[in-house]
């Protein structure tokens, strides 16, 4: 473990980082064993309507904004979400419009997800009234890391502050590095509140070949605000199968095809029937590889019939 003045980075095993997070549930002995899952719908300052998953316990530490990572949804994080229920907080997470599960995703290509992350995670902030920690996966690391004081490029449309002050803590797994047409370097510079900022040593998504980049918004941010950062080993992207995009290891039969990864560029999708897969915003070309969709909703491995509409691709 290295620190300096109120910033400090540490390596673990994954399983060390788990049985932590286990730790601090048992010595919150009192609170529940489970949090209640629950579902509300929230309306953005458009109108726009906001679909919200709840996990809520009683007697809860805090609340939790979580905000997903791209293509993702909230209960594909149920082992993550669960844990902090039994730590005591409650979690409120929306479906954003990039989700292969949001029924209206083709009325928002590319970085038109954007402005729209922002607004619905405005609508929850509202509802929850007080302040909350802003957390997030990938794309929604960088949300999280938004509400928390960092100045990505502005959401056409979205007025300013993107900061919101209720925000008092930001946790971030995996968060973007500098480039991609959203994080300019220096942009992280501006995180205003105490932060953690997780990788891990075999983090690397297609598009992005040194996993240090996600530690950008650590190395950045300024000195003596009560930052960390931790480095998993053996961890990837999705904490080795824990949340978001499940391995192909589970009980049942196998299906696989061919996922384009989203634009290195600019996150936008592929363009319908063009091989090898270029960038339908910015024509950029961007690797593929056999991606595994394995749907946790209800803590059993399933797969679906059929590839997400979004995906143009061979189904092996």
Request: hydrophobic letters at 40%; a positive charge; proline letters at 9%.
């Amino acid at each position: 473990m290295a620190a300096r003045d109120g910033k400090a980075s540490f390596r673990l095993g994954r399983r060390t980082f788990l049985a932590a997070g286990a730790g601090v549930a048992v010595a919150g002995r009192l609170r529940p064993a489970r949090a209640e899952g629950g579902r509300l719908t929230l309306r953005t300052a458009g109108g726009r309507a906001v679909d919200v998953r709840t996990w809520t316990v009683a007697d809860e530490r805090g609340r939790i904004l979580f905000s997903h990572g791209a293509l993702s949804a909230p209960w594909k994080y149920q082992s993550v979400i669960e844990a902090w229920g039994r730590a005591g907080y409650s979690v409120y997470a929306p479906l954003h419009v990039d989700s292969t599960d949001h029924p209206d995703q083709a009325s928002f290509p590319g970085l038109a997800s954007w402005p729209a992350r922002i607004e619905d995670v405005r609508a929850v902030a509202d509802h929850l009234g007080g302040t909350y920690i802003a957390a997030g996966h990938s794309y929604g690391a960088l949300i999280a890391l938004v509400l928390g004081g960092a100045t990505p490029a502005v959401p056409e449309g979205v007025p300013l502050p993107l900061r919101d002050p209720r925000a008092r803590v930001a946790v971030a797994f995996s968060p973007p590095g500098v480039g991609g047409g959203l994080v300019r370097a220096g942009d992280y510079a501006a995180l205003a509140v105490p932060a953690l900022i997780q990788t891990g040593d075999r983090d690397t998504p297609p598009g992005m070949t040194d996993w240090r980049g996600h530690l950008a918004a650590y190395e950045e941010a300024a000195v003596g605000g009560d930052r960390y950062a931790a480095v998993l080993d053996g961890a990837d992207h999705y904490f080795g199968g824990a949340s978001a995009g499940r391995n192909c290891r589970g009980r049942g039969r196998r299906r696989r095809w061919r996922l384009p990864f989203p634009c290195p560029s600019c996150s936008c999708g592929p363009m319908p029937g063009v091989t090898p897969a270029r960038c339908r915003c910015c024509g950029a070309a961007f690797p593929t590889t056999d991606r595994c969709v394995f749907l946790i909703s209800d803590g059993v491995g399933r797969w679906p019939r059929r590839p997400p509409s979004s995906c143009p691709s061979i189904y092996e």
